[in-house]
């Protein structure tokens, strides 16, 4: 389940990547980070497998890095730091939908936050608030529908694999 959380979510960064310069009722916008939500969504699976965690989110960076980005390292980098503030935000918050959201969308601004920061610094955007800003809400939103969707439906399986095994031999 946890590869095809991330499978899935890589894929459709990418599949509805197409249509982020569109905007629905010109408020709303597509923004998917849902490779980001998917290190979030997949932690509380692994918490006892820590090194597992942390190799998916090098990996995953570095495939974010070469087929989306073309920014070697970078998001390497940045998907392991996400994954060390994930790890430190569920120590302090239980495997619930509301503290699952909430540590969802630090992870979300966070990383959008430090990768303009690194890409101004670095001279590849200029820096600016109105872009930093630009786009926040709508990336927001459109990722907390993603994880809700995604979360539901984590649970529905496991509260079906939870009935099924408590009815087996």
């Known amino acids: 389940m946890i590869n095809g959380v991330l499978l899935i979510s890589f894929f459709l960064d990418g599949l509805l990547s197409i249509y982020?310069?569109?905007?629905?009722?010109?408020?709303?916008?597509?923004?998917?980070?849902?490779?980001?939500?998917?290190?979030?969504?997949?932690?509380?699976?692994?918490?006892?497998?820590?090194?597992?965690?942390?190799?998916?989110?090098?990996?995953?960076?570095?495939?974010?890095?070469l087929i989306y980005t073309n920014t070697l390292v970078l998001n390497v980098l940045m998907f392991v730091l996400l994954g060390l503030i994930i790890e430190h935000l569920?120590?302090?918050?239980?495997?619930?939908?509301?503290?699952?959201?909430?540590?969802?969308?630090?992870?979300?601004?966070?990383?959008h936050v430090l990768t303009f920061f690194v890409l101004a610094l670095i001279g590849y955007i200029s820096f600016s608030v109105a872009t930093l800003s630009s786009g926040l809400?709508?990336?927001?939103?459109?990722?907390?529908?993603?994880?809700?969707?995604?979360?539901?439906?984590?649970?529905?399986?496991r509260d079906k694999r939870k009935k099924r095994s408590r009815y087996s031999l």
């Open 20 to 65: 982020q310069g569109h905007t629905f009722f010109h408020i709303l916008a597509i923004r998917p980070m849902f490779t980001i939500v998917a290190l979030v969504l997949i932690y509380p699976f692994l918490i006892k497998d820590r090194y597992r965690y942390f190799r998916l989110c090098a990996f995953t960076g570095l495939a974010y890095d």
């Open 137 to 157: 809400f709508s990336m927001i939103i459109t990722n907390t529908v993603f994880f809700v969707l995604v979360y539901s439906s984590i649970q529905t399986l």
């Open 90 to 111: 569920y120590s302090f918050f239980s495997d619930t939908l509301l503290n699952s959201l909430f540590i969802n969308i630090i992870v979300i601004t966070l990383y």
